[in-house]
């Protein structure tokens, strides 16, 4: 019996371990995009960061921003407008530098799209993210896409050393339009978390479990 509840014990205490996440505060401060607070009525790069939704980096589409398309004046996303041919970034800064821990090495940058049409499928299709510690390259995500259906969502993730030092991420949207009407990006929310990296979680929680039950023999 007593074996039973320590087992019961340890199982929880790896529940526990295993929803740890550290959500780590960041605002949008620049864009190339010289129509971003214009078009469709559109938020501009300020509405990346404000939704007040209960963002959990572990179940990221239990909960999702405000999506809707911002026509009648709704400013609710960052709609992108650029010249036909060129990307579309903007950057990312973090409130204060963020060192990576080795409990939750792994930093997740998670992107939410707008509720739009069938006919704009070949849009918000070619996104990467890099992050910099200051002018330092960390690491890039490579191409990926925001899907058409809810909950039109998307992860970049990166798997860093402890101790490594994040000041910045920059985001960039492709021109793959093809539409030869100029590159519309739109992008609704961005979020940044570190979070355990499930295998060590595992290994980590095992471990305890076996030293407890070694010491009860």
Same mark, same amino acid.
């Given at each position: 019996?007593?074996?039973? !509840? ?9 529940? =526990? ?18 129509? %971003?607070?214009?078009?469709?009525? $559109? ?6 960061? %404000?939704?007040?939704? $209960? ?10 921003? &405000? ?7 709704? $400013?609710?996303?960052? /709609?992108?407008? /650029?010249? %036909?041919?060129?990307?579309?970034? !903007? @950057? ?23 509720? /739009?049409?069938?006919? &704009?499928?070949?849009? &918000?299709?070619? !996104? ?42 920059? !985001?960039?949207?492709? &021109?793959?339009? +093809?539409? =030869? ?7 609704? @929310? ?14 980590? +929680?095992? +471990? =305890? ?9």
């Amino acid at each position: 019996m007593k074996t039973t !509840i320590l087992l019961i014990t340890a199982l929880s205490a790896l529940t =526990g371990l295993s929803q740890a996440a550290t959500i780590i505060a960041v605002s949008a401060t620049s864009s190339n995009d010289a129509n %971003n607070g214009t078009s469709f009525g $559109a938020g501009g790069i300020t509405a990346l960061t %404000n939704d007040p939704f $209960a963002y959990n980096p572990l179940d990221p589409t239990s909960t999702s921003p &405000d999506r809707a398309t911002p026509t009648g004046g709704i $400013a609710t996303v960052f /709609h992108g407008n /650029h010249t %036909n041919g060129q990307d579309i970034t !903007i @950057e990312f800064t973090l409130a204060s530098t963020y060192s990576v821990t080795a409990l939750e090495p792994t930093i997740v940058v998670d992107l939410w799209g707008r509720n /739009h049409s069938a006919s &704009d499928l070949d849009r &918000d299709n070619d !996104i990467t993210v890099e992050l910099f510690n200051g002018l330092t390259s960390l690491g890039i995500f490579p191409s990926f896409a925001l899907p058409s259906a809810a909950p039109q969502y998307g992860r970049a993730t990166f798997n860093l050393a402890p101790g490594t030092e994040i000041t910045r991420f920059v !985001i960039t949207g492709g &021109d793959t339009d +093809g539409q =030869g009407a100029g590159n519309y990006f739109t992008l609704a @929310e961005v979020e940044m978390a570190a979070v355990p990296e499930p295998s060590s979680t595992a290994l980590l +929680g095992l +471990g =305890g479990l076996a030293l407890i039950l070694r010491r009860r023999k």
